[in-house]
């Protein structure tokens, strides 16, 4: 929906936008734009800014440190990559300045991915025992989650000790064969896709199959990129023949076309 163009300067909105949070210049700036294009206005942003931090009203180095508090202390369950990636991205501040103020090595950040294992055990009805076994599937969703946090290996691998996965397996001989089959499919480097079809040629049924195949994405994307390291080496391709050369190899091995892009970039 078309706004109204403004009734105030762009110096008074700016400053309103201001009294409820801190913003980067780089970040103003695109909300400028942004607001001016929804009221079909002309306006150049760069001297409104410019005007503000010469004032000191924005700060670029107050703005970060505003963001790492409020990842720190008021969310508390973000890694330091997931707000490098936030300052970069959406605030548009240069690394050489992210680093003065996010040390990934810094205690803080391993603290904070063990208490989000230990949120996650709670929230599956698991006591947050530091040495303990858990499902094979609950084990990779925790792992999946920190991940996605922006944790990094090192603070994955931290909050993660003392946690042992362990497969359920049931007791029928039929369900314990199928287990066995897709374990020994996923060793030797297939994707789901391949293993669906394969067991659906030894007259599996569908409802039982996907049930067995639930396994949390995380376990496909491992297996997908240590099958394309195996084959096409460490290296990304860089060409678009050899970026099809790779898609083809691992989508002949059972995998789809998301796990694939995600493996390759």
Sequence with gaps: MKQKPLK????????????????????????????????GQEVDPVPIVAQLVEEGTIDDDRYVQSQVR???????????????R??????????????????????????????????????????????????????HTIKQKLYRKGFTEQQIGFGMQGLKPIRIREVQDKSFNVEKLIESRMLSGKGPYEIKQFLLQKGVE??????????PEEVWLEIAAREREKRFGGKKPKTMKE????????QRRGFDFEQIKKVMV
């Excluded at 950040?109 to 208490?115: D, F, H, N, V």
């Design 243 to 250: 970026k099809r050369k790779q898609t083809d190899f691992l």
């Design 70 to 84: 409020l990842y720190t202390e008021i969310f508390s369950s973000k890694g330091p990559l997931e707000l490098r």
């Design 206 to 215: 569908k409802e039982r199959i996907q049930d067995h195949l639930d396994f």
């Design 86 to 139: 936030h300052l970069k991205t959406k605030g548009g501040i240069p690394s050489e300045m992210i680093d003065q103020y996010i040390d990934n090595d810094d205690r803080q950040w391993y603290q904070t991915a063990l208490k989000l294992r230990h949120k996650s055990l709670s929230e599956k009805g698991f006591s947050d025992e530091e040495q303990q076994e858990i499902p094979e599937k609950v084990f």
């Design 8 to 39: 105030i300067s762009w110096r008074a909105w700016c400053l309103y936008k201001l009294s409820r949070r801190d913003y980067s210049s780089f970040e103003m700036e695109n909300l400028i734009q942004k607001r001016a294009k929804e009221s």
